[in-house]
């Protein structure tokens, strides 16, 4: 069972970590495996790619590739006789060295190319490729649907991890770097985006054809190669000198500007952040259909999903400023310094993901920047303890996409912060400008960025990285203290209770100590080193509050018992945010008036929402002891924050008694954001009672931003165990409806636990759906319903399934069938 801390909890999960958690389940939720797969450490590399000339026809109607393709190799040692190249179900037409044919073989994903001498180290030859290829993935075309019938066809390339060679021969590896040309013929009418400068754009009147030539004179990894087909307006912005592009849909004008409007500010603010200048000719954003992230970061032209075009005040619950900084960060993080191995991944991804906090910092400020901190420990800590626990830095693995996951991204981030703690701002600034100027345009490894913080700092930070990089897990800190009032000692005994597993070690852990005693607050730094330490800290009277790292710069979980006047007084006076939102949440295990007081004062007064959504949080809790709490918690109702009001709802859910129910429903129906609308719902459907089915069936048409009300609607439905739901599921899978609502749906069968044969033929059915989360949703459902048919339908489906991601889903949903899991 993880160690519970009620400073984390599911009302804190940034919205999409929040969708993915059942809102009134023990947090974090238990379960953890051991983390296992194959070897997968970095290939050995014969040669590197030094340029790629692409020529390339696109082709809508067959949903066809046709390209020629110059590849100029320069040889790592010598005698290279031969080339392999990554290529995955091209039809190779030729393989040429300026004139002369060269013998080659397609073997599984590779292309054998015979040179046509021995190369010696540091020599260079060009070998030209003419194909075909109707790509599977790593190239994508995409239209009108029966659900969205007025979308024009778009196409647009996706290469991370190791996708590229779906579409054209390449070399696979983050550490072999290429400049690009690419030369795009395509409809009239369609627009083509890439990396690097537009240098000649030429129509075909006769053929019905524009061609675009795009040019990119810094060499970059095959993965970042980008091709973004359409029909775009384009909005032109700039950030100092570097132009800034936004290509949105043709008539989405307004909205795109809105969306993007923060970028140049963003540009700027990393620049100064990173100690280095923007390195690339413009900066593209590119929103495209069914795009199978967030966001991707190829090489001055970054991807984005065009659910995300909405204007600022349309959604209350999700704005895109993150995704934008994040994707944006990765123009230094992962295009201009990328890591030599993805088991190295989280020096992209946990830089792009700790940039989001120093945008924060830099928009709205610290104490929100802090909160987005606590949202990203919350989430890693879900995945730590109900899925698996492994190290930052892993090369066992079968799909590369399996580490992308919440240790690479929201642990780096919260591991750079600490270092970013640790060593001090100054020097923070300095070692991450030294570590960006050495290897610019380069492939990096943890040990450079220790070798920069050390030369900067002049600390031996191998304790640093070995137990937060190279080890797993997490501190759990268990804390007790004493007073003596005749030597005047406060005595803190700090017990590390984690378990040492192979993977997470005991932790050195600098941390503040926070006291006020004799009417001063004063701060004293300490250094855990062992399983169980006693610190002795002499004070001129017995402490009125103390407080262990009271900024939560350490990712860790507390259990320190304080007394409720303690947590009251911090909850008023503690000058860090994040310590009075653990005030509000410890105070939880008490219910006296004046803790009752403390905490509805602080839901309704504290200067910032988060403590204001702990304080509500709590009572809450509390109001599942206490009757009658109901309506004093719901009092602020719509005029709180949203992020306060979604606080509310949990609380009312929980408690669960007609009073909640009552403000539930008067929430749902009034509620402008959706996610809390949802919520609502959700606490409704928890409680169980008469006509809870009809009222969640009754807003289940209520238009919402990428189908989020729908899909908490369905869970709800799923919680109530209504036989009813399962037809309104089944229909909701239909492609009549948006693909949100029907990966909701079908992952809303299993959780409503009907394994009848309609429901099960639908899930086998829809193992093939068109769109890929469909596909791991019903592969999920299937595992949960386990009828006799579904190890056989699953394993069949991933025999030809293309996407990694989905392959990984499948083989999870095995496992669990197998009982392995």
Not at 28 to 44: C, F, L, T, Y
Not at 134 to 152: N, S, V
Not at 632 to 658: C, F, K
Not at 794 to 814: G, H, K, M, S, T
Request: proline share 5%; with cysteine; glycine share 8%.
């Amino acid at each position: 069972m993880p160690a519970q801390d009620p400073m984390f909890h599911p009302v804190f999960l940034g919205r999409r970590a929040a969708m993915e958690s059942p809102p009134f389940e023990t947090f974090p939720p238990a379960g953890r495996s051991p983390w296992s797969g194959p070897d997968s450490s970095r290939r050995d590399l014969d040669f590197h790619v030094r340029h790629y000339r692409i020529a390339l026809d696109v082709d809508f109607a067959r949903k066809e590739l046709r390209g020629r393709v110059a590849i100029t190799l320069e040889a790592v040692r010598d005698g290279l006789r031969e080339a392999v190249l990554d290529a995955a179900e091209l039809r190779i037409a030729s393989v040429r060295a300026g004139s002369r044919r060269l013998a080659h073989a397609v073997e599984g994903e590779r292309l054998r190319v015979t040179l046509p001498k021995s190369l010696p180290r540091g020599r260079r030859v060009t070998l030209e490729v003419v194909y075909t290829a109707t790509p599977r993935k790593g190239f994508y075309f995409t239209g009108p649907t029966e659900a969205e019938p007025a979308r024009t066809a778009t196409a647009w390339t996706q290469g991370q991890a190791d996708d590229t060679h779906w579409w054209m021969p390449c070399l696979e590896s983050t550490e072999s770097r290429a400049t690009l040309e690419q030369i795009v013929t395509v409809p009239a009418g369609f627009r083509a985006i890439g990396n690097g400068r537009l240098i000649a754009r030429r129509q075909n009147r006769r053929a019905r054809t524009s061609t675009w030539h795009w040019k990119q004179e810094t060499a970059h990894p095959a993965y970042l190669t980008s091709l973004v087909v359409g029909k775009y307006a384009e909005i032109k912005d700039r950030a100092g000198d570097t132009p800034v592009q936004y290509y949105v849909p043709r008539g989405q004008e307004r909205v795109g500007r809105a969306v993007f409007r923060k970028t140049p500010k963003m540009i700027t603010t990393f620049e100064r952040a990173f100690g280095h200048p923007y390195p690339y000719p413009k900066y593209a954003q590119i929103a495209v259909p069914d795009f199978i992230y967030g966001g991707m970061e190829n090489t001055s032209a970054t991807t984005m999903f065009d659910r995300m075009l909405q204007m600022p005040g349309d959604s209350l619950d999700e704005g895109y400023d993150s995704l934008i900084a994040h994707e944006l960060a990765h123009q230094w993080w992962g295009d201009l310094v990328t890591c030599r191995h993805w088991s190295e991944g989280w020096l992209n991804e946990g830089f792009a993901t700790y940039a989001e906090i120093i945008w924060r910092e830099a928009d709205t400020g610290r104490e929100d920047a802090d909160f987005a901190r606590l949202e990203q420990m919350c989430s890693y800590l879900v995945e730590d303890s109900s899925e698996y626990r492994r190290r930052i830095v892993e090369t066992r693995y079968e799909y590369s996409t399996e580490i992308f996951d919440r240790h690479l991204y929201e642990k780096g981030a919260l591991v750079l912060h600490m270092l970013r703690a640790l060593v001090g701002e100054e020097s923070w600034r300095r070692a991450i400008r030294r570590y960006v100027t050495r290897h610019a345009f380069g492939a990096v490894e943890t040990s450079d960025l220790r070798r920069a913080f050390e030369e900067e700092t002049g600390r031996n930070l191998a304790w640093f990285f070995d137990q937060w990089v190279h080890g797993g897990g997490h501190p759990e800190v268990r804390v007790t203290r004493t007073y003596d009032e005749e030597t005047r000692t406060l005595t803190l005994v700090l017990e590390q209770t984690q378990a040492e597993d192979g993977v997470t070690p005991v932790f050195r852990i600098p941390m503040m100590l926070e006291v006020v005693a004799g009417g001063k607050r004063v701060r004293i730094p300490i250094e855990v080193h062992e399983r169980r330490e006693t610190h002795q800290i002499p004070l001129p009277s017995r402490p009125r509050y103390v407080a262990l790292d009271p900024e939560h710069h350490v990712m860790k979980v507390l259990d320190f018992q304080r007394t409720d006047e303690e947590l009251r007084y911090g909850l008023a006076h503690s000058p860090h945010m994040l310590e009075r939102v653990r005030c509000a949440r410890e105070l939880a295990r008490h219910a006296d008036p004046r803790t009752i007081a403390a905490l509805l004062a602080a839901s309704r007064g504290d200067a910032f929402w988060g403590v204001r959504a702990a304080a509500a949080v709590s009572l809450g809790e509390i109001g599942t002891r206490v009757p009658g709490l109901a309506e004093r918690i719901g009092a602020s109702g719509m005029r709180a924050h949203t992020r306060v009001r979604r606080a509310i709802a949990w609380a009312l859910g929980l408690i669960g008694d007609e009073a909640s129910l009552k403000q539930l429903k008067r929430l749902a129906a009034a509620e402008k954001s959706t996610f809390n609308a949802g919520l609502a719902l959700i606490g409704i459907a928890k409680a169980g009672r008469a006509g809870a089915f009809e009222t969640l069936r009754a807003e289940l048409d209520r238009p919402s931003h990428r189908d989020m009300l729908q899909i908490l609607i369905f869970d709800g439905m799923a919680l109530l165990k209504d036989a009813r739901s399962l037809d309104l599921f089944l229909e909701r899978t239909e492609s009549r409806y948006r693909n949100e609502t029907r990966g909701g749906a079908t992952r809303a069968i299993g959780k409503l636990g009907i394994a009848s044969p309609p429901a099960v033929a639908r899930l086998v059915h829809l193992l093939r759906d068109p769109w890929f989360r469909v596909r791991s949703a019903a592969a999920w459902s299937l595992s949960k319903l386990k009828p006799p048919e579904a190890g056989a339908a699953i394993a069949d489906a991933l025999r030809n399934e293309p996407l990694d991601q989905v392959r990984y889903a499948f083989r999870e949903a095995l496992d669990r069938i197998r009982g392995t899991k």
